[in-house]
């Protein structure tokens, strides 16, 4: 017996919504994932061809998930889903970074500019300030001599953060993923929010802590935040240095170096080994070597 058109139809519509629970949106070659399963995400990256995370000068697609799959804490811890948590995050360092070398490339302008003797416009001199705010940089002096010190130090502060360090302190810090900050709060790095009010959200295991936790819109929210802290925070000097001089020497800066310089960043035990151990195990520190995004096929 035929079932009328209209029954057929509803029953179509109950059931579409639960076998297709992909939401995203395309859109200038790149793919916003809104919400998605784990499994769906895999089938996701194998048309795509996006299988390998570890190659020098690899290309990965443009997929970015605004926070990390729907049942990701039902998933069984394994080597697979380790891999996945990866490939969620590379895309998403390589597209702020792709930001930050925009900014780099308007200083680099400016500093031209400046270098060649030619006065610089105040739309110029206003951008320099509101870099340097943001990077957390500051100078008493005033005219030229202020210029070139906001330039000179921009320069070392405004440049691409490691994806082999953005990737494995966020592994860590969350237990791939596993964590209540990341999944509720997409806070990948537990940043500390110290002596304000209604602001983040209390640690679970210390209710008396005079500090919070920072809560992120989105996973990418929260990547662009760390890279921003990356690159001012005075915890970090060492890492900019060392990213100063690779880039004289034309390469990304050494990972194993730049473990070394995280012991501040957090008072878990031997932070410096495991986010060694992390990159290394994954060979994580290949990804660093100029990685680039392709539109989704």
Not at 77 to 91: D, M, S, V, Y
Not at 238 to 258: C, D, K, V
Request: contains cysteine.
């Amino acid at each position: 017996m035929k079932l009328p058109v209209w029954i057929c139809l509803f029953v179509f519509s109950i059931i579409l919504p639960l076998s297709a629970k992909m939401v995203s949106t395309q859109k200038d070659g790149a793919l916003y994932i809104k919400s998605t399963t784990v499994a769906e995400l895999d089938s996701l990256y194998n048309q795509q061809e996006f299988f390998e995370f570890s190659k020098p000068r690899g290309v990965y697609p443009r997929i970015y998930l605004e926070h990390l799959p729907d049942d990701w804490k039902d998933v069984p811890e394994n080597q697979a889903k380790q891999r996945t948590f990866i490939k969620i995050l590379l895309p998403l360092v390589l597209k702020i970074n792709a930001e930050i070398s925009a900014e780099r490339a308007e200083i680099e302008n400016i500093n031209k500019k400046f270098a060649s003797g030619a006065k610089l416009t105040e739309n110029e001199l206003k951008l320099l300030e509101e870099k340097a705010e943001k990077y957390d940089i500051f100078t008493r002096m005033k005219g030229d001599e202020r210029t070139q010190i906001l330039l000179r130090r921009l320069l070392i502060n405004v440049d691409t953060v490691p994806p082999s360090i953005m990737i494995s302190t966020a592994a860590i810090y969350t237990n791939w993923g596993m964590s209540r900050l990341a999944l509720q709060y997409n806070a990948l790095y537990r940043d500390e929010i110290w002596y304000q009010k209604n602001q983040g959200v209390k640690p679970v295991d210390d209710p008396e802590a005079e500090y919070t936790y920072q809560t992120f819109s989105s996973l990418e929210d929260c990547i662009r935040h760390r890279a921003v802290k990356l690159n001012s925070h005075i915890n970090y000097d060492y890492l900019r240095e060392s990213r100063r001089i690779a880039r004289t020497m034309g390469r990304p800066p050494y990972g194993p170096q730049l473990a070394a310089q995280m012991i501040d960043d957090s008072n878990l035990k031997n932070i410096a080994g495991l986010i060694d151990y992390t990159f290394t195990f994954f060979q994580l520190s290949n990804a660093d070597f100029y990685p680039e995004l392709r539109d989704v096929k």
